[in-house]
């Protein structure tokens, strides 16, 4: 399906120079910050300058960098205009921020990952804030992954938990992408969906392994976040590995980013709003065929002018760009909304078959906590109010038709 050569080794710096020499690649830039640098960057740097690779260090500001247009102006300044191919030293925003600038200056890159926190590292979108709105935008997948075991396993605990987040919220993902299927004809690919939910799955399964930071538990999780990437380009969108739960993690992102607070990990935030997302699906795994026919007949199509009301007050200076994203659900007849209330109740025990396969609220706690991580969001740092309007109106964030979106349908989420 892809070619992407991804070694997950104890030791992944030998690989890397191997991969290096038989490419004929003389030059690279390497990018790290202060964190990354110290963990993984600097030794990578001295191997490729002790084999003879002129290595170009880049080293961003800080040891947390933001994945916005500041940060991305600073690597191309490091970099300047020579032609090398880049090697990004770290976790999630240094990926994505030299995803993008590789991308743009037309050079490959490869990823050596410095924390099994995320999944975004074979992914071709790069998540980066541009004037304050969090975006995915279409850059490029690496050309080869490095997964350093020994580097991944020391990694921060929080970051650790945090992976796991991110492999727990493939539950709800992979859910929403097939109810999408069923009710809104969403484009989908069952084999992809079976090779995300096995990844997946396999973490799980050591997932004790995983709390305790060994490397057969790190093996498995960072497989698994390596697979969501994989999954993600081989269908050609994030449906596989992202849905409502990231949605609801991107509205509270982007509030933290406006307000100036201090970041919370990705996949702490996704792995928290998977539990959300699964007590709508409890939800409907209870309900019945008659209550589902009465909710739906006295579910009014959502007003125009109502629904962008609502959008400003969530979304307050993005409400154009969320409008936009909108469009699908904005503007949809009254036929249109008759024709999916119709089919809803045609295919309730398709619905409630999807929804059996997101475990319950507590179950997801359970596994949450195992691996280190919480489904509490006040630990997280986030409040009562602003987790209220994420639940509520994280949906708007994309314009894709998701367990939220039907909830709204059945009047579980106003
Ligand atoms: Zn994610």
């Not at 929080?158 to 796991?164: C, H, W």
């Not at 999780?221 to 994989?230: K, Q, S, V, Y």
């Not at 949605?247 to 928290?272: D, N, W």
């Not at 740092?381 to 314009?399: I, P, Q």
Request: include cysteine.
């Amino acid at each position: 399906m892809n070619e992407l050569p991804v070694v997950i080794a104890p030791d992944a710096v030998p690989a890397l120079l191997d991969y290096l020499h038989s490419h004929s690649i003389a030059r690279t830039n390497l990018v790290a910050d202060g964190n990354t640098w110290r963990v993984l960057g600097e030794r990578a740097a001295q191997a490729l300058a002790a084999s003879g690779i002129d290595v170009k260090p880049i080293l961003l500001a800080g040891d947390e960098v933001t994945p916005d247009e500041q940060t991305v102006v600073e690597l191309l300044l490091g970099a300047g205009r020579e032609q090398r191919p880049y090697i990004a030293v770290g976790s999630g925003t240094i990926t994505d921020v030299t995803r993008f600038a590789s991308y743009c200056t037309g050079n490959d890159f490869i990823s050596l990952p410095t924390a099994p926190s995320v999944d975004a590292y074979t992914s071709t979108g790069s998540s980066l804030v541009v004037r304050g709105l969090k975006q995915t935008i279409y850059a490029h997948a690496p050309v080869a992954v490095f997964a350093d075991l020994d580097t991944l396993c020391a990694a921060p605990r929080p970051m650790i938990a945090a992976g796991f987040g991110d492999v727990v919220a493939k539950y709800t993902s992979v859910a929403d992408w097939k109810l999408a299927a069923l009710l809104w004809d969403g484009p989908y690919d069952e084999a992809v969906a079976q090779r995300m939910a096995a990844a997946r799955d396999r973490c799980m399964a050591q997932i004790d392994a995983v709390g305790a930071a060994e490397a057969d538990g790190i093996r498995n999780l960072i497989d698994a976040l390596i697979e969501a990437g994989l999954c993600m380009l081989a269908f050609g969108g994030s449906q596989p590995a992202g849905q409502s739960e990231h949605y609801i993690s991107h509205y509270l992102e982007m509030k933290l980013v406006r307000e100036g607070r201090k970041p919370v990990l990705h996949g702490a935030k996704t792995g928290m709003a998977t539990v959300i997302v699964a007590r709508y699906y409890q939800q409907m795994r209870e309900m019945s065929r008659d209550e589902v026919a009465r909710r739906l007949a006295a579910s009014p199509r959502p007003d125009r002018a109502a629904e962008i009301e609502r959008i400003r007050f969530a979304y307050g200076d993005l409400t154009d760009a969320v409008i936009a994203e909108q469009a699908a659900f904005l503007d949809w007849s009254d036929a249109d909304y008759d024709r999916l209330k119709r089919r809803v109740l045609d295919r309730w025990p398709e619905v409630q078959a999807v929804a059996a396969e997101v475990p319950s609220p507590p179950a997801l706690t359970d596994l949450l906590e195992r691996a280190g991580g919480t489904a509490d969001y006040r630990a997280l740092g986030l409040g009562d109010e602003e987790m209220a309007v994420a639940e509520e109106y994280g949906h708007y964030v994309r314009n894709r038709f998701t367990a939220m979106k039907l909830s709204r349908v059945l009047g579980l989420l106003d």
